[in-house]
């Protein structure tokens, strides 16, 4: 059973930090490019930034300079580091994982991230 589970959200002060983890298990990790998407209230679930399989990785413009992914292919995880949080980056946090060769596309359950002014 394919399993990605999201931590660290939180609340937090504007210009503050988290790092959200994801842990993923019932796949070969390797095999799969990864991403961060949110959903804040009443919008449609965006990308925030993506870490393919090979190549390089994509941010959301409105994330540039602020947030990094990365992984760690031997432990199953992916990580977000978030950094001078903004209101509007309140939302809910899902990582997901997709395998291009087999359109195998898993997500996590989400966790939820909130910024006060």
């Known amino acids: 059973q394919v399993q990605l589970v999201e931590s660290g959200g939180g609340l937090v002060q504007a210009g503050g930090s988290l790092r959200l983890s994801c842990a993923a298990s019932?796949?070969?990790?390797?095999?799969?490019?990864v991403a961060w998407y949110r959903q804040s209230q009443g919008e449609q679930r965006e990308l925030v930034a993506a870490?393919?399989?090979?190549?390089?990785?994509d941010y959301a413009d409105f994330v540039k300079g602020r947030f990094t992914i990365s992984r760690d292919n031997a432990n199953n995880m992916v990580y977000l580091q978030m950094n001078s949080l903004e209101p509007g980056d309140t939302g809910v946090y899902f990582c997901?994982?997709?395998?291009?060769?087999?359109?195998?596309?898993?997500w996590g359950q989400g966790t939820q991230v909130t910024v006060s002014s």
């Open positions: 997901n994982a997709h395998n291009a060769m087999t359109d195998s596309d898993y």
């Open positions: 019932g796949i070969i990790f390797g095999f799969y490019g």
């Open positions: 870490l393919p399989r090979a190549g390089t990785t």
